[in-house]
């Protein structure tokens, strides 16, 4: 199983910043889209950015303006900065990573998850 890993979660105050990163572990040529996406106790998984490979990117209103994401060809990595974080930003932050293999077999892949905790 193909899995992305994950970094730079962590503690934070309320209004503090962070970034995460993630390392694809696929060939960058395979890549259609990268992604973040996260989970709160008790909620279901929510979207947080995803950028294709055209160079689209989608947020929605909840981290619009907040976070951002860009990704490094040359490293294939993809990466969040979080700014004016909130409490309700604490979550298990996942990285995906959605491509095509060859004979075009599509991959879905998550990444293990990395805490973001942002308290005072």
């Known amino acids: 199983q193909v899995q992305p890993v994950e970094s730079g979660g962590g503690l934070v105050q309320p209004g503090g910043s962070l970034t995460l990163s993630c390392a694809a572990s696929r060939s960058i040529f395979s890549i259609n889209v990268m992604g973040w996406y996260r989970q709160a106790p008790g909620k279901q998984r929510e979207l947080v950015a995803t950028l294709t490979r055209s160079g689209t990117t989608n947020y929605p209103d909840s981290v619009k303006g907040r976070f951002t994401i860009s990704s490094d060809i040359a490293k294939n990595t993809v990466s969040l900065q979080m700014n004016s974080l909130k409490p309700e930003d604490t979550a298990v932050y996942y990285c995906?990573?959605?491509?095509?293999?060859?004979?075009?077999?599509?991959?879905?892949?998550w990444g293990q998850g990395t805490q973001v905790t942002v308290s005072s």
């Open positions: 995906n990573v959605q491509g095509t293999m060859a004979r075009g077999i599509p991959y879905d892949d």
